[in-house]
Each structure stands twice: as structure tokens, then as C-alpha cells.
């Protein structure tokens, strides 16, 4: 019997160990948090974040993909809170500025976390960068600002996009005035992009590197996807635009040129260490290799 009220004051001990230190903890963290605030100087007024205000204009779907979309895209971001206090603010500051290793630098770089300020928020510039992340993922003519607020040492950002229903491919046509067209004709039928996708910055340009390996694999080795340019209209109606693949003013002549390999020789009495012998080439060399073109075989 006593073995087992001393197991049970043990653990009791123990219980009321562990809720000490989770009211310590506690402490900790909510009192800085609560006078963090009162440690941000004079000259200054803290970030404490944004809010993204969505004005649908028309049927737009996908209202909570593009509101995640948008805040992805707001930087910086503010300080981290916890409960609503924010403990690596107070840190930093009641860390001061330690001029060598210790317990003050420890908590500064550790612990603390650097102050974000309104002075390091540009929201009309954010907000342009937020508009062009809609039009890139398709949704033309959307329109974002920002207003902010401040207020007590705090500032806070809110962002209103305007947005309109996204545009989706109607055609895509591959330009046929080169005859390096003819060749990334015969590759297209793996395309990324199809119609009655919704438009997408970021899937043209995948296509556009997709496009520049399938032509280095064709022979076209100096071809960069650099030359391509997708051009879009979205003037056709019903909120669909048209594709039109072109090449870039002025590309090089030799990213249009098929390259080979030439003739090959076995040397068997070449070493390393041996003199360098020339082989002879049954082909003209172009840049290091051969080429051919649709006109000459070189």
C-alpha cells in the first residue's frame, strides 16, 4: 500500500511539474508579445499583415484558389505571432545590439526575429505585382489595389482585386513563314498547351523549353527557346484568346541548322601520350559540327 501512494504522489508531482512549466511557457511567450509593441521606436509602425479583398466581376470560379494565390505572392511577410503575441519580436529588441558572442547574441539571432516595418511595405507596388499575376494565369483585365491602415504603432494592408472570369484557349496556330516551323510542327502534337485550357504564363513557358529540347534532339542544337514567342489575342469574343508560336526578330542562322555527326574513324594506334592525329573529314565543319539544311548538305 505504501509503494502505491508513492507512485501516486510521484506522478502527481509530476503532473504538477508539467502544468508549471506549460504556464511558464505561456508567460513566455504571451507577456513579450503583449509589450512587443511598446518596444517598436517612435519613427516607426509595425507590418502586422495583409488582407486580400476579392470583387468578383462576373461569374468568376475558384474565388478561394486565387485569394491563396494572391496572399502566396505578398512579400515581405509579418513577424510571426503565437496567440497573438509575437515572442521573437521581443527578443530582438531586448536583445539590443551585443557587440560579442553570449547569451544577448543567442537571443538576438536564435530567438529573436527581426522587426517588419510599414517603411519596408511597398503595397501600390505590390499591388501592380498582384495584377499581373492574375493576368498571367488568365484572368484579362483584372484590377488590384491597396489601401492601408494604421494604427497605434501598427499598420495593416488590404488589397481589393477586382476579377474578371478567366480567359481560355480557342486556337493555336504555328507560324509557317520559316521552315524551322516544319520541324517543330512534327513535335507539337506533345504540346502542354491545348485548347480550352485556361490561359497560362507559366505552362507557355514550359511549353517553350519543352519545345527547345525536342528541336536539340532533332539536330538543331544552337535552338533556345529564347527564339520562340507566343503571341496571344484575346479580341475573338466569349472571353477565349488565340495562340500564334513565332520565332523572335533576328534569330541566329545557325539555331536553324540541322547539325550531324560527321564521318567517324577508328584511330588504333592513337594514344594519349602520342602525337595529336588529324582525321580527316569527309564534311565541311560548321562551329564543330556538320549541318545540313533544307536548300544544301554540307
Same mark, same amino acid.
Given at each position: 500500500?505504501?509503494?502505491?501512494?508513492?507512485?501516486?504522489?510521484?506522478?502527481?508531482?509530476?503532473?504538477?511539474?508539467?502544468?508549471?512549466?506549460?504556464?511558464?511557457?505561456?508567460?513566455?511567450?504571451?507577456?513579450?508579445?503583449?509589450?512587443?509593441?511598446?518596444?517598436?521606436?517612435?519613427?516607426?509602425?509595425?507590418?502586422?499583415?495583409?488582407?486580400?479583398?476579392?470583387?468578383?466581376?462576373?461569374?468568376?470560379?475558384?474565388?478561394?484558389?486565387?485569394?491563396?494565390?494572391? &496572399?502566396?505572392?505578398? #512579400?515581405?511577410?509579418?513577424?510571426?505571432? =503565437?496567440?497573438? !503575441?509575437?515572442?521573437? %519580436?521581443? $527578443? +530582438? @529588441?531586448?536583445?539590443?545590439?551585443?557587440?560579442?558572442?553570449?547569451?544577448?547574441?543567442?537571443?538576438?539571432?536564435?530567438?529573436?526575429?527581426?522587426?517588419?516595418?510599414?517603411?519596408?511595405?511597398?503595397?501600390?507596388?505590390?499591388?501592380?505585382?498582384?495584377?499581373?499575376?492574375?493576368?498571367?494565369?488568365?484572368?484579362?483585365?483584372?484590377?488590384?489595389?491597396?489601401?492601408?491602415?494604421?494604427?497605434?504603432?501598427?499598420?495593416?494592408?488590404?488589397?481589393?482585386?477586382?476579377?474578371?472570369?478567366?480567359?481560355?484557349?480557342?486556337?493555336?496556330?504555328?507560324?509557317?513563314?520559316?521552315?524551322?516551323?516544319?520541324?517543330?510542327?512534327?513535335?507539337?502534337?506533345?504540346?502542354?498547351?491545348?485548347?480550352?485550357?485556361?490561359? &497560362?504564363?507559366?505552362? #507557355?513557358?514550359?511549353?517553350?523549353?519543352? =519545345?527547345?529540347? !525536342?528541336?536539340?534532339? %532533332?539536330? $538543331? +542544337? @544552337?535552338?533556345?527557346?529564347?527564339?520562340?514567342?507566343?503571341?496571344?489575342?484575346?479580341?475573338?469574343?466569349?472571353?477565349?484568346?488565340?495562340?500564334?508560336?513565332?520565332?523572335?526578330?533576328?534569330?541566329?542562322?545557325?539555331?536553324?541548322?540541322?547539325?550531324?555527326?560527321?564521318?567517324?574513324?577508328?584511330?588504333?594506334?592513337?594514344?594519349?601520350?602520342?602525337?595529336?592525329?588529324?582525321?580527316?573529314?569527309?564534311?565541311?565543319?560548321?562551329?564543330?559540327?556538320?549541318?545540313?539544311?533544307?536548300?544544301?548538305?554540307?
Amino acid at each position: 500500500m505504501r509503494k502505491r501512494k508513492t507512485d501516486v504522489g510521484n506522478k502527481n508531482r509530476s503532473i504538477g511539474i508539467a502544468c508549471a512549466l506549460v504556464h511558464f511557457l505561456l508567460f513566455a511567450f504571451l507577456f513579450p508579445g503583449c509589450t512587443a509593441i511598446k518596444l517598436v521606436p517612435e519613427n516607426q509602425v509595425l507590418y502586422t499583415g495583409s488582407k486580400v479583398k476579392l470583387i468578383p466581376e462576373g461569374r468568376v470560379s475558384a474565388k478561394k484558389r486565387i485569394k491563396e494565390l494572391l &496572399n502566396a505572392n505578398i #512579400l515581405p511577410k509579418p513577424n510571426t505571432t =503565437i496567440l497573438g !503575441a509575437r515572442p521573437g %519580436l521581443w $527578443f +530582438f @529588441y531586448k536583445a539590443g545590439n551585443p557587440q560579442k558572442k553570449g547569451f544577448r547574441t543567442f537571443m538576438k539571432n536564435k530567438l529573436g526575429q527581426a522587426p517588419v516595418y510599414m517603411s519596408d511595405i511597398d503595397a501600390e507596388k505590390i499591388a501592380e505585382m498582384l495584377q499581373a499575376h492574375l493576368i498571367n494565369n488568365g484572368y484579362f483585365f483584372s484590377e488590384v489595389s491597396s489601401a492601408v491602415r494604421v494604427q497605434d504603432k501598427k499598420g495593416k494592408v488590404t488589397y481589393t482585386a477586382r476579377v474578371h472570369p478567366a480567359y481560355r484557349i480557342r486556337d493555336i496556330v504555328f507560324e509557317r513563314m520559316d521552315t524551322l516551323f516544319r520541324n517543330i510542327d512534327s513535335v507539337k502534337d506533345q504540346s502542354y498547351v491545348k485548347t480550352k485550357q485556361k490561359y &497560362n504564363l507559366e505552362r #507557355l513557358k514550359a511549353e517553350q523549353q519543352r =519545345i527547345e529540347e !525536342a528541336m536539340e534532339n %532533332l539536330g $538543331f +542544337f @544552337y535552338f533556345d527557346d529564347r527564339h520562340l514567342i507566343f503571341k496571344a489575342d484575346s479580341t475573338v469574343g466569349k472571353r477565349q484568346v488565340d495562340l500564334m508560336l513565332t520565332l523572335e526578330p533576328g534569330v541566329p542562322e545557325k539555331a536553324k541548322r540541322i547539325y550531324t555527326l560527321g564521318k567517324i574513324e577508328v584511330l588504333p594506334d592513337y594514344t594519349l601520350a602520342g602525337d595529336t592525329v588529324s582525321a580527316k573529314a569527309d564534311t565541311t565543319l560548321v562551329d564543330g559540327f556538320h549541318y545540313i539544311d533544307k536548300k544544301h548538305n554540307y
